[in-house]
């Protein structure tokens, strides 16, 4: 059973840093895009970023470019999205999601998801 579990939400100050991790299990890593996405109340859920694990390709929002960074350890199956410069705009709830050759930010392309951790940046 394919199963992604995020992790390293929290509270954090304006100008601060978090590090998410997404975990997968249950399908195989290497054939597939693991990409961020985050959902603010009251708004859709957009994509933040993501990485093809197989050839290490990445992709940022323009929201997140220069703050965000995505990386991938194969070995542990794990995706990691490094934040800093927190903003409060980037309040959500963050989930990882794994799809084959999506289109990035299609939330819609993507076959598996996390159940999403709470990162919340406080002005």
């Known amino acids: 059973e394919a199963q992604l579990v995020e992790s390293g939400g929290g509270l954090v100050q304006a100008g601060g840093s978090l590090t998410l991790s997404c975990a997968a299990s249950?399908?195989?890593?290497?054939?597939?895009?693991i990409g961020w996405f985050r959902q603010a109340p009251g708004k859709e859920r957009e994509g933040v970023s993501c990485?093809?694990?197989?050839?290490?390709?990445?992709w940022y929002a323009d929201s997140v470019k220069g703050r965000f960074t995505i990386s991938s350890d194969n070995a542990k199956n794990t995706v990691y999205l490094q934040m800093s410069s927190l903003k409060p705009e980037d309040t959500a709830v963050y989930f990882c999601?794994?799809?084959?050759?999506?289109?990035?930010?299609?939330?819609?392309?993507?076959?598996?998801w996390g159940q999403g951790t709470q990162v919340t940046v406080s002005s």
């Open positions: 990485i093809s694990s197989g050839d290490g390709v990445k």
């Open positions: 249950g399908f195989t890593f290497g054939d597939y895009v």
């Open positions: 999601a794994a799809g084959i050759d999506p289109i990035v930010d299609a939330a819609y392309e993507y076959h598996y």
